[in-house]
């Protein structure tokens, strides 16, 4: 039912910046956590950000400070602002409802590449 396209990812120098962009499916999403989860090779994926319905806002420590997560429900979109970027940042990342919700698939993710 629900559906999450991932877009925005590519290769970026140290300290760049990239815009992630989510679009979901199904009007569920109003009313529902929804976060930036990466996944870098070897390792398991992680949250790094998510934002309520109510537009609160929580982020790992690891990207605080130089990530920013958005939402605008008119368009059942999400948005990972980055900043600052880092080589460790490098990583697939996927949008999806946290908690996870065993309804909502992963995406493909967008790949994020961050190198000199």
């Known amino acids: 039912q629900v559906q999450f396209v991932e877009s925005g990812g590519g290769l970026v120098q140290p300290g760049g910046s990239l815009r992630l962009s989510c679009a979901a499916s199904?009007?569920?999403?109003?009313?529902?956590?929804m976060g930036w989860y990466r996944q870098a090779p070897g390792k398991q994926r992680e949250l790094v950000a998510a934002?309520?319905?109510?537009?609160?806002?929580n982020y790992a420590d690891s990207v605080k400070g130089r990530f920013t997560i958005s939402r605008d429900n008119a368009k059942n979109s999400v948005y990972l602002q980055m900043k600052s970027l880092k080589p460790e940042d490098t990583a697939v990342y996927y949008c999806?409802?946290?908690?996870?919700?065993?309804?909502?698939?992963w995406g493909q993710g967008t790949q994020v590449t961050v190198s000199s």
């Open positions: 934002i309520s319905n109510g537009e609160s806002t």
């Open positions: 199904g009007t569920i999403f109003r009313i529902i956590t």
């Open positions: 999806n409802s946290v908690p996870r919700d065993l309804r909502f698939n």
